[in-house]
C-alpha cells in the first residue's frame, strides 16, 4: 500500500499563488511519474501537470507559463507551485504516482484524497 498526503489548498484571491505538496510513503520501490490532476463540479478530472523521474514535464494548456511542477525523488515528493490564479483554476486537486513495490512489479497508480483550491474573482 501507498499513502498520498497532500497539502497547501486554501482561498486565495486572483491573481495570488498558492503551493501544493505531496508526499508519498508505504511499500515503495520506485516511483515513475507524479502528477497533479483536478476536478471542478460537473466537471471531468484533469490532468494539471506530471513529471517523470528524470525531471521531464507536462502541463495542460490552461496552466502553462503560470503553473510548475517539481518533485524531490530521495524525498518522495512532489509540489505544484501555482501563479496569477484564475478563478477557474478552482478545483478539488488531487495528487498521483505511479509507484512499484519492487523491481519486477508493475506499476500501479495511488491518489491522494484532494485538497480544495479556491480562487476568489
Known amino acids: 500500500q501507498v499513502q498520498l498526503v497532500e497539502s497547501g489548498g486554501g482561498l486565495v484571491q486572483a491573481g495570488g499563488s498558492l503551493r501544493l505538496s505531496c508526499a508519498a510513503s508505504?511499500?515503495?520501490?520506485?516511483?515513475?511519474?507524479m502528477g497533479w490532476y483536478r476536478q471542478a463540479p460537473g466537471k471531468q478530472r484533469e490532468l494539471v501537470a506530471a513529471?517523470?523521474?528524470?525531471?521531464?514535464?507536462n502541463y495542460a494548456d490552461s496552466v502553462k507559463g503560470r503553473f510548475t511542477i517539481s518533485r524531490d525523488n530521495a524525498k518522495n515528493t512532489v509540489c505544484l507551485q501555482m501563479n496569477s490564479l484564475k478563478p477557474e483554476d478552482t478545483a478539488v486537486y488531487y495528487c498521483?504516482?505511479?509507484?512499484?513495490?519492487?523491481?519486477?512489479?508493475?506499476?500501479?497508480?495511488?491518489w491522494g484524497q484532494g485538497t480544495q483550491v479556491t480562487v476568489s474573482s
Open positions: 508505504g511499500s515503495i520501490f520506485s516511483i515513475n511519474a
Open positions: 513529471i517523470t523521474s528524470g525531471g521531464s514535464t
Open positions: 498521483n504516482a505511479d509507484t512499484k513495490e519492487t523491481e519486477l512489479e508493475r506499476a500501479a497508480s495511488w
